[in-house]
């Protein structure tokens, strides 16, 4: 059985009186929820039933707008074949060059990025890679790319294909593994830097059976970057992998992360997207036993003139799995784009499956828009639970009139109500250095805003660099 996609797009000329502010953020709620052993409702959209998107645009439905939002259109947005049929393959015979048409890229400005498509020939450059780590952690390089010690990656687009092919010329396909029931009280940071006009590079994380660790990959640099990510969570595991991306102005960067969660391990993989003039990077969640637990994580802030994109896809095969992904973002200034696609898919072998999926955005002046697709497949009826929601609001002026009325300075006022908005998902990440960092980097995005906000952001990573070396003194 196939269910429903929803999309809530913001386009720059639409005025809208949605506001999510400090009163839980539901405003423009557009739920789906399952909870019946016996089976979904009948009443649910088919794909099939779907209105039919045209070519190239956004997923606009029939239903009259309200509140000022462009209406959810359900089954907008919905491949053809359903992602159990998705092609993955190392040969990039399998994928065409993108044109921007494809479903997959629809949204995605794929000119900026057109050179990420095709293999550099051994000119791309190795991203450079510093691990700073406790004991019962190890690191290596592989000098000629050939062998990967990793078995839960395999590209699923083009450009994924080629950044894999790009890494193991340019022999820059790290491991880092975390010895099994090693117990890391302090974060191994993993710091990734380009600083050529095109760079690739593919790490791969190994979580040993009963392991706990925190991984915080932090991206800088500039240029045209293709990566891969893959961390595979032994049985009993238990795994945050934090990737926090600050390139600089002119960064393309496309990445695919791929988790495979062992037997009974756990999972929080976030992700945090700052700069760069693209970013698209896709998450994909595999089990590899029962009772698996994956929650995904992501905060981002687009600015004038980025595009950050963000696509996840859980798929529950393993019985008595979970999942939870939480999405928030902030845009500001004219052209600032953000995408997040969201895609779940519960086979009939995934009896037991526990899942949800959401994402908000706030969006602070006009001339911003955001794409929200959430995507829900399922196969058998015998699970816990499986729902979505997705909205999209302005800022809300009348939260920023009564908190000035209480004499709290308009720019404070401002921070307060993005805080509120962020602070749910900045809870979840669990590394207070992290935490800290990224609230005061988008405090200095505000103020950029504003233009009153330093040329430098702060980077998320440094409170990490602090932290393990006062941890040593």
Known sequence: MAD???????????????????????????????????????????????PAVPDG??????APAQHG????????????????????????????????????????????????????GGAAAGLRVQVTAADGVTHRRSSDGAGRAGKGFVPGDRAAAVAWADAASAGAVD????????????????????????????????AGPYSRATVVLDHSGSGHVGSGVEAVVGEGAHLVLVSVHQ?????VHLAQHDLLVGRDATVKHVVVTLGGSLVRVGSTVRYDGPGGDATLLGVYFSDAGQHLEHR?????????????????????????????????????????????????????????RADSVPNLEIE???????????????????????????????????????????ADVLQQIGVRSVTDQLMA?????????????????????DGVEAELAGSRL
Request: negative net charge.
């Open 175 to 206: 491991v880092v593994a975390i010895a099994p029931e090693a117990d890391l009280a302090e974060p191994v940071l993993v710091r990734v830097a380009s600083d050529a006009p095109r760079s690739a590079g593919h790490l791969v994380v190994q």
């Open 380 to 422: 058998t009826g015998e699970i816990v639970g499986a729902g979505h929601a997705s909205a999209t609001g302005r800022f809300d002026d009348e939260q920023l009139f009564y908190l000035q009325s209480r004499g709290i300075p308009e720019d404070q006022a401002r921070r307060m109500v993005v805080r509120a908005f962020f």
């Open 69 to 120: 939002l462009n209406a959810h259109s359900h089954g907008a947005g919905v491949p053809a074949t359903n992602r159990a049929e998705r092609r993955t393959s190392f040969d990039l015979a399998d994928f065409p060059v993108p044109s921007g048409r494809e479903e997959e890229w629809r949204f995605t400005p794929v000119d900026r990025a057109r050179d990420l498509f095709e293999p550099a």
């Open 57 to 62: 645009g956004s997923p606009v439905g029939s």
């Open 247 to 251: 390139w600089e102005d002119d960064a």
């Open 4 to 50: 429903t996609s929803n999309s809530t797009t913001t386009p720059a000329d639409v005025q809208t009186d949605e506001h999510l502010g400090l009163d839980g953020l539901d405003a423009g709620r557009d739920d789906l929820a399952l909870d019946l052993p016996g089976g979904a409702p009948a009443a649910l959209t088919a794909v099939q039933d779907a």
């Open 312 to 368: 996840s896809f859980v798929d529950h095969e393993a019985a008595n799995c979970r999942s939870n992904v939480t999405y928030k973002g902030a845009l500001q200034g004219e052209t600032a784009r953000a995408v997040w696609v969201g895609d779940v898919l519960i086979r009939a072998s995934a009896l037991g499956t526990d899942t949800y999926e959401l994402n908000r955005n706030l969006v602070l002046t006009d001339g911003a």
């Open 441 to 461: 980097a988008i405090e200095a995005e505000l103020e950029l805003g504003e233009g009153e906000g330093p040329e430098d952001l702060p980077v998320v990573a």
